[in-house]
């Protein structure tokens, strides 16, 4: 008889703790799947004004210069995020008491104003040099990037991502915090 409650006993205790592990993994594979379910995180936002200035001149019999120039002037808009649904790039590591994010920082936006479009061309006298207005539209949101990604690569890499990390908080239940693994560069950037 008393053989037969030690093994009830036995039975009763792996029973519980293969359910008990069975939970942890699940509740695991739930917050994997919350975390991986927010597709951009938001990170930085910044409004600028880019001011551009390109000059084309042509010197003939060294002492006669033309020279022709376009001034450039446009508000806008840029926004970086991380993208945790990312399997690849993006390292979410789960402890007991905490989350890790390792994310790579992408560039998810650069908006240009075009009712803030101000350009101002001095015309040169000869009509070979001459400047395309329309081709240094075409590029304005790259050289908005050369411009600003240097000083915000600076201040997020200071910057504490507080805000970020309370609204995965908020979705996992657990402290998250975000590490930025990469900083993204103006050639990254698709239209």
Avoid at 5 to 27: H, I, P
Avoid at 126 to 143: G, T
Wanted: glycine fraction near 4%; charged fraction near 20%; aromatic fraction near 8%.
């Amino acid at each position: 008889m008393l053989a037969v409650l030690f093994a009830a006993a036995a039975l009763y205790l792996f029973t519980r703790k293969g359910c008990t592990d069975s939970t942890e993994t699940s509740q695991y594979n739930v917050t994997l799947q919350q975390l991986r379910g927010v597709n951009k995180l938001v990170i930085w936002e910044q409004d600028f004004t880019l001011n551009d200035l390109q000059t084309k001149e042509r010197t003939y019999m060294k002492w006669f210069t033309t020279k022709e120039s376009v001034i450039t002037t446009v508000s806008g808009r840029m926004g970086f995020h991380i993208d945790l649904s990312d399997s690849i790039h993006t390292c979410i590591t789960r402890t007991a008491e905490s989350v890790l994010v390792q994310a790579p920082l992408q560039i998810t936006y650069v908006s240009l104003d075009m009712a803030s479009l101000k350009q101002v061309k001095d015309a040169s006298v000869n009509p070979a040099v001459n400047i395309d207005e329309k081709e240094i539209i075409k590029h304005l949101d790259q050289k908005a990037l050369e411009q600003y990604l240097p000083a915000i690569k600076a201040t997020l890499s200071t910057k504490a991502l507080t805000d970020q990390e309370y609204q995965l908080q908020k979705l996992t239940g657990l402290p998250v915090r975000i590490e930025i693994t990469g900083m993204p560069t103006p050639s990254q950037y698709q239209k």
